[in-house]
């Protein structure tokens, strides 16, 4: 079977062809193939995985890759689709944070202003390439962790409709960080997760029948080992009965204290004020210029290290400093390309298995749209994905969030569309970071005088 890797050029995609290569008894893909607009990045990235694949001892049993310019030919008689792209690449993601850090806003890549501008250069691409895959390979499941993750779910949804389904690791990581504070078993704990991507709550964690949340949260012992911990306040989370993901404490900070960056979230390294975007389009800036040359792997390999040990630098306090990282920097169980592996495993007809994904709400929320995307544990299997109740309610205060949020997504995905400036400014204005008329017209100023591809797409008054 075929996997097709789109974004083929992207830094961790080696990530994805070593967690499929040791997955061979699960996952019976024997041929990769890696597409990217980008020849020069998808180059170096090939001979990263050249040198991988060489290395690794049966090396003969590991899948073969080859790269694939032509995005048609690319996904044609693919079983698996994994869409990882960036639009603008990494210059455009600095300007997704540096835009809104000069109003005073969050400057992230995925969360409040600047993931909307990077959503809406991103939807027409993606788009597109719904229609290819469409046309091209319907059988195809398509796995996306194109960020964000969620709202680009629900564009690709419109013409992809089930087949599409979105992952992201910072659920699973929350559920196996809790579990190991707990003292169970990463692997066998499940749990009652529910929201956006990006903006989520677990507010059970079962294992064996029993929900070990609440003594979870009645230990300070407990708490202290917890890696997601560390970004909040003790007390807070007692009060509210549940664990956020990670990137809530973006929502529960006045003003972001000093610059905050991307996907990861967080600055540079400790001692360096450039934000998360500048520091990786330096860093991975450097690794891509030294070319496709030997030895790509090994400066791929010390790349990643420093990449991962820089992740949410700006939001570690306490006695905690590793966020779910191992000794290499790795999130410990379950980084991307093991959900992604978990997911292909289970839809090409493997064990079924339990997951938190991005999908269509179909009533798990009542005030939502059945058709918006939510992220939600789930159940896998050979059929598709479904959402895996009981799912107690959203609290108000939780549901006005996620409302609120689900609405600016929408209209994004409506102006990039439409090409409407007036959407993309009421997006901006209406979003929970934002609130404000006059900062969401300076935030689409701001945007479209930095971003030439924005400009292409909203073109309507």
């Given at each position: 079977m075929r996997l097709t890797i789109l974004g083929g050029g992207g830094f961790r995609v080696p990530l994805v062809v070593?967690?499929?290569?040791?997955?061979?008894?699960?996952?019976?893909?024997?041929e990769i193939v890696l597409h990217d607009v980008d020849a020069e990045r998808l180059a170096v990235i090939q001979a990263v995985v050249a040198e991988q694949v060489a290395g690794r001892a049966g090396g003969s049993d590991a899948p073969?890759?080859?790269?694939?310019?032509?995005?048609?030919?690319?996904?044609?008689?693919?079983?698996?689709?994994?869409?990882?792209?960036?639009?603008?690449?990494?210059?455009?993601?600095?300007?997704d944070e540096r835009v809104a850090r000069d109003l005073g806003l969050l400057g992230q890549e995925?969360?409040?202003?600047?993931?909307?501008?990077?959503?809406?250069?991103?939807?027409?691409?993606?788009?597109?390439?719904?229609?290819?895959?469409?046309?091209?390979?319907?059988?195809?499941?398509?796995?996306?962790?194109?960020?964000?993750a969620g709202l680009v779910t629900e564009a690709m949804r419109a013409r992809l409709g089930d087949r599409v389904v979105g992952i992201c690791d910072t659920p699973i990581g929350l559920v196996r960080s809790a579990a190991r504070a707990a003292g169970l078993p990463e692997r066998?704990?499940?749990g009652d997760y529910l929201g956006l991507n990006h903006l989520g709550w677990l507010r059970s964690l079962v294992h064996d029948g029993t929900d070990h949340l609440p003594a979870l949260l009645a230990s300070d012992e407990a708490l202290l080992r917890l890696d997601e911990a560390a970004l909040y306040d003790i007390a807070?989370?007692?009060?509210?009965?549940?664990?956020?993901?990670?990137?809530?404490?973006?929502?529960?900070?006045?003003?972001?204290?000093?610059?905050?960056?991307?996907?990861e979230g967080g600055d540079g390294p400790a001692g360096h004020d450039e934000g998360r975007a500048a520091y990786l389009a330096r860093q991975q800036g450097e690794f891509f210029a030294a070319g496709p040359g030997a030895g790509a792997a090994r400066r791929w390999r010390a790349a990643l290290a420093e990449r991962e040990n820089?992740?949410?630098?700006?939001a570690r306090t306490r006695e905690h400093t590793d966020l779910g990282r191992d000794e290499k920097g790795d999130r410990q169980g379950g980084g991307y390309h093991e959900v992604a592996v978990d997911l292909m495993a289970a839809l090409l007809g493997?064990?079924?298995?339990?997951?938190?994904?991005?999908?269509?709400?179909?009533?798990?929320?009542?005030?939502?749209?059945?058709d918006a995307v939510i992220e939600v544990s789930a159940r896998v299997d050979a059929g598709g994905a479904r959402p895996a109740g009981p799912h107690a309610e959203l609290s108000l205060a939780q549901l006005g969030l996620v409302a609120g949020v689900k609405a600016c997504e929408r209209l994004a995905i409506e102006a990039a569309r439409t090409g409407s400036r007036e959407l993309a400014w009421r997006a901006f204005a209406e979003h929970p970071l934002v609130s404000s008329p006059e900062l969401g017209r300076r935030l689409l100023?701001?945007?479209?005088?930095?971003?030439?591809?924005?400009?292409?797409?909203?073109?309507?008054?």
């Open positions: 070593d967690a499929v290569s040791r997955a061979r008894d699960r996952v019976d893909i024997d073969r890759v080859r790269v694939e310019r032509d995005l048609r030919a690319g996904v044609a008689d693919a079983a698996i689709v994994f869409s990882a792209i960036r639009v603008g690449g990494t210059r455009g993601r600095v300007d995925t969360v409040g202003p600047g993931g909307l501008a990077y959503a809406m250069r991103t939807v027409p691409v993606v788009d597109a390439i719904a229609s290819v895959v469409a046309q091209a390979a319907p059988q195809a499941w398509v796995v996306n962790f194109t960020n964000p066998g704990a499940t807070w989370l007692r009060a509210i009965g549940c664990l956020p993901g990670e990137y809530l404490h973006y929502y529960e900070r006045e003003a972001p204290d000093g610059p905050a960056g991307g996907h820089t992740y949410m630098a700006d493997g064990d079924p298995a339990w997951m938190i994904l991005n999908l269509a709400n179909d009533g798990v929320v009542p005030a939502l749209p059945d100023d701001g945007y479209l005088a930095a971003e030439p591809r924005l400009r292409e797409v909203l073109t309507a008054p």
